[in-house]
């Protein structure tokens, strides 16, 4: 008995130091729906075949927050936060959030950080979207290591943005006044408030805005992004502020994870780090939902502003209608149908000589 022990005893002290008898870690898609994951609990999987993925969605326990993981073998990983911002007006500012709010955070502070990160990091891409009821800011990366360090930039701005402090970072995105030399005449600037203006001569968005008012009148569904220029006056550091407070909450927030990465250590991460600290707010927009639009069809031709010299053909047509309530599997085959119809009118006029 003596020697059996002595032996096991030695072949103990031969084994490496980091050697350990536990079972091998479970991966966060091994776990079944319902099933606690650290922090989290997972409340739906599947497989996306498109990207040859499993996914795994979460659900973060404190702060509310939604985590959509796309587990495959791209070596390319990504990350992208969406809040649920609904244009309740047409200032633009959910637009100007989306420029300023990336500008700096406490842990970061920086004049222009979104660039610090753009150009001084190995991102594959990096990029910030609004649209008419999100706004989301994504980005991707080959590195694990810069992945950790842009999720945390990233995050610290969206929990902590120097915005808050500091109204400058509006006055440069949004709106302010420049004078280029003592001669010349003060003009309004800002990127944001330049980019729309960009949109008044584009007889296309026009006519969409138009559709937009027609289809739902009185709704804030008829709001859309670009229209700083003529509602200018609305477009306050206070309102921007006061989306902030109202919408970037994590409860209002679904996060995405993409790729062959470490999802335990990146989980574990976000939770610590900035989900456990922010609670749930239980964000409330219920009052923005869409509501059931009149059954009527309305014609209207609306003149675009142009600059002299543009081309006097560039009118266009745009026949548009209310799919509330359809199923996202119609609306999608309504989509595909609408490009059939488009690429076949298309060819008929440019046969007929009308192609602008």
């Known amino acids: 008995m003596r020697k059996k022990t002595a032996l096991f005893l030695s072949i103990i002290m031969l084994l490496p130091s980091n ?10 898609t091994d776990f079944a729906v319902g099933e606690k994951f650290g922090a989290y609990t997972v409340t739906d999987k599947g497989y996306f075949d498109k990207a040859d993925a499993e996914t795994v969605v979460l659900n973060h326990d404190k702060s509310g927050a939604s985590v959509l993981c796309i587990k495959n073998s791209d070596p390319n990983l990504g990350f992208c936060i969406g809040y649920k911002t609904p244009y309740t007006d047409e200032s633009d500012r959910n637009h100007v959030l989306e420029h300023t709010i990336l500008g700096g955070s406490d842990k970061y502070p920086s004049k222009d950080l979104f660039f610090d990160m753009y150009y001084k990091s190995c991102n594959s891409y990096m990029n910030d979207a609004t649209f008419q009821c999100s706004t989301s800011y994504l980005f991707s990366t080959l590195s694990s290591e810069q992945f950790m360090k842009l999720l945390d930039a990233h995050l610290s701005c969206l929990t902590s943005p120097l915005l808050l402090k500091d109204e400058n970072y509006f006055k440069r995105e949004a709106l302010n006044y420049t004078l280029e030399s003592r001669d010349a005449d003060i003009e309004m600037g800002g990127t944001v408030y330049s980019e729309d203006t ?6 296309g968005y026009t006519a969409w805005y138009a559709v937009l008012d027609m289809l739902y009148p009185g709704e804030i569904a008829s709001n859309d992004v670009g229209q700083a220029t003529f509602n200018f006056k609305d477009l306050t550091y206070e309102n921007v502020v006061d989306l902030y407070k109202t919408c970037y909450h994590f409860d209002n927030s679904l996060i995405v994870l993409y790729g062959d990465m470490d999802y335990d250590t990146v989980l574990r991460f ?11 707010t239980h964000t ?11 059954k009527a069809h309305t014609e209207k031709r609306i003149d675009a502003p142009a600059y002299m010299g543009d081309a006097a053909d560039s009118a266009c047509i745009i026949y548009a209608m209310d799919l509330y309530g359809m199923p996202y599997e119609d609306v999608y085959e309504c989509n595909i149908i609408q490009d059939l119809i488009c690429n076949k009118l298309n060819e008929e006029l440019t046969e007929q000589g009308i192609n602008a």
């Not at 050697?19 to 966060?28: I, L, P, Q, R, T």
């Not at 976000?270 to 749930?280: I, P, V």
């Not at 409330?284 to 009149?294: F, G, I, K, N, T």
Request: hydrophobic share 40%; glycine share 2%; proline share 5%.
């Open 198 to 203: 960009a949109f008044t001569t584009d007889a």
């Open 284 to 294: 409330d927009l219920s009052m923005y939902a869409p509501r059931p639009s009149q």
């Open 270 to 280: 976000m939770d610590r780090e900035y989900l456990s600290k922010a609670g749930n």
């Open 19 to 28: 050697f350990c008898f536990a079972a091998e870690k479970k991966a966060v």
